[in-house]
């Protein structure tokens, strides 16, 4: 056990974490030149293409150091993002060190900054890495002083290294065996293993990551899930070196997978504790719980006879995703689609685009919205996932939000507009400090203020150069109230929406005027409506279309005026009828977005 | 016996103008004009047809801006036609011209070179207006050649722009008014579209603009002036000055196109057509002359109907049937078709279709809603 070191990697998007772990495995032996393949570990297309990675994955490496012996260097390559805190805290509890990678050129990001902390808070020894030291921009000292003011690391034994040509790859190495302490545990010790995460093959069946704690798992053993409450026999065993590679047992302190008959994701509840079959007394490891959605969409299929497939596809994304939630929902406006739970925008971002990506479906979201606590009359609380399902207001003592702590670095010269961002979505400044010309910026806010579009505002009013970050803080006390749409004099629920009460007015009106752009006209005038209850608090109004036919056709042209006619047939068949009015289905997501 | 012949129309491309408009996307050339008359009969060699089938009702020179050749041109052309084909008696030839490029005398001799019909280009009778479109005449020039058109000819055509984006509804009932007095037999009055890739479609947008307000106001005062509004675009005094050629297109008769924007649909043998869709470049159609081929009689039913509906008169189940074998209920969905009728968009009387005044305005939604598209 003295020889191995189990490590994740922290880092920002596109500072190299990936290419650094092709390097580590290449310089290993872990894969020949042939089976290399650029980001090993991204295996799927979205995480390759968006550079994120999305479930936690292992590499077992044989590397014989300077010392004469041969190592076990355990490599997680963790999520990077922030909708996967839990996640990412849990993989960090297999590990006992953390490599840091810091782009030199680029500096420290806020989300480096979320996951150091997390690496701090799992006690992990941390070894930061300046990376794309080849780069002209690369500046190490600077950067290397922002380590030490930002985050608070000495950065006197960090290695100086480029993934892409190669430099340093060895001194990293060299490095974690020498600074990065071996596991502890007891092999004698009876069973206990963490899950780190699981996913799903379909030749395979579930597929589960665990670091072994104490103990040793066997082949063939039978192991309980404590939290799943449920058993099942482990039918192989082994590690990734990346290939899968199968052993006899794990023993204490070494990360690998299990196979187990199990068919069904859910029953892999991340953080779980594994122990032996008949062993019902042990103490579960700490730090578990169960994930919950914070953010909600619905999707609904533009053609609804295409719902069917829409539920299989769901149902066959959450096989490798326990952590996104759905349920079937009915809209009066949009018929049959699926209401679902995730743990955050990017989480919700991936799902939509597997969905239309991997499935080929053609569908309208709605609005994401978050989970609210209802307080009622009769003192019970009633969650509130879906606008559409807001009581009675007479029946509503109060309502609580999400709130969320957002960390934002930025250059400091846009500092300006970004506060005046934050205070419009209702934050709270908690810090502010400056690294040189780079402010980091502390606010809390509710998550419903940051749901749809802040990042893109931020991203925006600040040419790109801002990061974000965010941890929920839990719920707070708002006046909230549903603002409901009405088209043409009927409700339109998958356009109502929940809003703090002093912005209620403001964002319905903006609302209306966006709908009145995107709505064509028709034969008659149609009515657009915001109201709170039955208070109409913003109006527009289409005007009636009075003309609708091509004034000429040079020369005989039918041909172009055929092929006109049939888009705009085409045109229509991506519209959706709401009582007499007929709304094209970007509508849902474009009337959302503001400015 | 006598054998009944089919009617034919045929029609110039002549791609050369002085310059372009900025709201013009039809293709032309700024170069010098160029005689292009071998290749128009390359063309017409190229629709191989037995021509003693047809007569030649009408012929039409458009642009471009084919007023920019000498008259003698027009006159081969016509001499040529007239020797190898069957032509009609009342015979209608028609001109595009730019009151820019014309002068009294030269009109009389486009009228010797066997131009029955010139059709002027005013499009506006304010010179703010004509500035603004690019025209090189101004609205004074325009007046002089209507005037001297109205004692020589006794068919004649003015073209007018109307909706533009910077013009009041006040500006056009002042026109319409001006138009009124000028007594032109035969009037198109186009309302702007912005067509993609024109100068005026990147500068403008129409949005704010009704043009179905300026739709009607033309309509009600063209009526109540005498006018018939036998086609959306389209207004004449008496029946004997609609346009024969454009009727040809809106009807679903035979027409051939020659040159290198040129369309031509022909129906070679009963219910066989051929088509050109000419979108070719001067020097590659020059090189490669017309694309032909054939149409579905199904796709030449659907463009029929959705010609012949532009004009206020019925369209014959029989016609449809005799040139492309289709019946209504081929090419018509005949549940939205009972619906549209309800609503008084159109008159269906088994026998034939019949636009409403109403229908018409809305006619893409119409088309859309009742042909069977393939989409």
Redesign the interface.
């Known amino acids: 056990m003295k020889n191995i070191r189990n490590f994740a990697i922290i880092a920002h998007i596109d500072h190299g974490k990936s290419t650094l772990a092709d390097r580590l495995i290449e310089f290993c032996g872990g894969l020949n030149s042939r089976e290399m393949k650029s980001q090993v570990l991204d295996s799927m297309d979205i995480e390759r293409e968006r550079g994120i990675t999305i479930k936690a994955q292992t590499v077992c490496l044989k590397y014989k150091a300077k010392d004469g012996q041969i190592y076990q260097l355990n490599l997680l390559d963790t999520p990077g993002h922030v909708d996967f805190t839990y996640e990412v805290s849990r993989s960090l509890f297999a590990c006992e060190g953390s490599l840091l990678i810091v782009d030199a050129a680029q500096g420290v990001e806020a989300q480096t900054l979320a996951n150091t902390y997390l690496a701090i808070d799992a006690g992990h020894e941390i070894i930061p890495i300046l990376n794309k030291i080849d780069l002209p921009a690369a500046d190490v000292p600077a950067v290397k002083k922002q380590i030490e003011d930002i985050i608070g690391l000495d950065t006197s034994d960090a290695v100086e290294a480029s993934a892409k040509t190669g430099i340093g790859i060895q001194d990293i190495l060299e490095k974690i065996v020498e600074k990065l302490p071996a596991p502890k545990g007891n092999p004698e010790e009876k069973l206990k293993a963490l899950l780190i995460d699981s996913q799903y093959d379909s030749y395979l069946g579930v597929i589960t990551l665990v670091r072994i704690k104490d103990g040793v798992l066997k082949k063939g053993d039978t192991v309980r899930f404590m939290a799943a409450k449920s058993t099942y026999k482990v039918d192989r065993l082994g590690i990734f070196s990346p290939k899968m590679t199968d052993l006899k047992q794990l023993s204490a302190g070494e990360i690998g997978f299990i196979i187990t008959g199990m068919k069904n994701v859910a029953d892999c509840q991340i953080g779980d504790t594994i122990t032996g079959e008949k062993d019902l007394d042990a103490t579960p490891l700490p730090g578990f719980r169960k994930v919950e959605p914070v953010v909600f969409s619905s999707f609904f299929p533009t053609d609804a006879s295409d719902y069917p497939l829409l539920k299989s596809a769901v149902e066959k994304l959450s096989l490798n995703d326990a952590s996104f939630t759905h349920e079937p929902e009915q809209s009066s406006a949009l018929g049959y689609g699926i209401r679902c739970g995730f743990l955050g925008l990017l989480h919700m971002e991936v799902i939509q685009e597997r969905l239309s990506r991997e499935f080929d479906l053609d569908l309208i979201n709605t609005a994401p919205s978050v989970a609210y606590e209802i307080y009622l009359m009769n003192g019970k609380m009633m969650p509130l996932h879906n606008p559409a399902d807001y009581p009675d207001p007479t029946f509503i003592d109060y309502t609580k939000e999400p709130w969320i702590r957002v960390t934002i670095m930025l250059p400091d010269s846009y500092l300006g507009k970004v506060l005046e961002l934050c205070t419009q979505r209702r934050g709270v400044q908690e810090d502010l400090t400056y690294v040189g010309s780079r402010a980091m910026l502390v606010y809390k806010l509710p998550l419903n203020e940051i749901v749809f579009d802040f990042y893109d505002r931020l991203k925006s009013i600040t040419q790109g150069y801002a990061g974000f970050d965010y941890a929920p803080i839990g719920f707070e006390k708002g006046d909230l109230v549903k603002v409901s749409l009405l088209i043409n004099e009927e409700l339109v629920d998958a356009l109502s929406f929940m809003a703090h009460r002093s912005q209620a007015e403001a964002k319905g009106r903006a609302l209306c005027a966006r709908l009145k752009d995107l709505i064509p006209k028709h034969q008659f005038k149609i009515p657009i409506q915001a109201a709170i209850g039955g208070k109409v608090i913003a109006r527009e109004t289409i005007s009636a279309l009075r003309k609708d036919v091509t004034a000429k056709c040079y020369g005989g042209d039918i041909t172009r005026k055929k092929k006109l006619l049939e888009k705009q047939k085409k045109g229509k068949k991506k519209m959706r009828l709401f009582g007499k009015v007929e709304i094209p289905q970007n509508t849902f997501i474009k009337a959302l977005k503001s400015e | 016996m006598k054998q009944v012949k089919t009617p034919l129309s045929i029609?110039f491309?002549i791609p050369f103008c002085l310059q372009k408009c900025p709201y013009c996307?039809?293709y032309k050339e700024t170069s010098h004009p160029e005689d292009l008359t071998d290749f128009y009969w390359r063309d017409l060699n190229q629709y191989s047809f037995d021509r003693n089938q047809f007569f030649v009702q009408s012929i039409y020179f458009?642009g471009g801006t084919p007023s920019l050749f000498p008259p003698v041109f027009f006159k081969n052309i016509i001499a040529q036609l007239k020797k190898n084909f069957i032509v009609s008696d009342t015979l209608e030839v028609t001109l595009e011209i730019n009151p820019h490029t014309v002068s009294d005398s030269s009109l009389l001799s486009f009228k010797d070179a066997g131009i029955t019909r010139p059709s002027f280009g005013v499009q506006s009778l304010f010179n703010t207006n004509l500035k603004k479109l690019g025209r090189l005449h101004s609205a004074e020039k325009a007046l002089d050649v209507l005037a001297f058109a109205r004692n020589h000819f006794t068919s004649y055509s003015a073209d007018f722009i109307y909706g533009l984006p910077w013009q009041s509804l006040e500006d056009w009932e002042k026109q319409l008014t001006l138009i009124l007095d000028l007594n032109v037999p035969h009037l198109s009055l186009?309302?702007?579209?912005l067509e993609k890739g024109t100068p005026f479609a990147n500068r403008f947008h129409l949005d704010q603009l009704?043009?179905?307000?300026f739709?009607?106001t033309t309509r009600e005062v063209l009526i109540s002036g005498g006018y018939q509004h036998y086609e959306?675009?389209n207004f004449a005094k008496k029946e004997s000055d609609f346009s024969q050629h454009n009727l040809a297109?809106w009807r679903g008769d035979s027409?051939l196109?020659l040159g290198p924007?040129?369309?031509?649909?022909l129906e070679i043998s009963p219910q066989k057509w051929i088509?050109s869709?000419g979108e070719s470049h001067l020097n590659r159609w020059k090189k490669d002359g017309l694309n032909l081929h054939p149409i579905s009689p199904q796709d030449r039913g659907?463009?029929m109907l959705?010609?012949a509906l532009?004009l206020d008169a019925p369209f014959y189940e029989n016609f449809l049937q005799k040139h492309t074998q289709q019946t209504f209920g081929d090419l018509l969905d005949s549940k939205n078709l009972r619906k549209y009728v309800e609503q008084k968009w159109l008159s269906f009387d088994k026998k034939s279709l019949h636009t409403t005044a109403h229908g018409?305005?809305?006619?893409?939604?119409l088309?859309?809603e009742i042909?069977k598209?393939?989409?």
């Open positions: 029609y491309h996307a039809f458009g186009y309302s702007l579209s009704d043009q179905g307000e739709y009607e959306i675009s297109y027409y196109g924007s040129a369309h031509g649909r088509t869709e659907i463009e959705l010609m532009r018409r305005q809305f006619l893409n939604t088309l859309c042909l598209l393939n989409i």
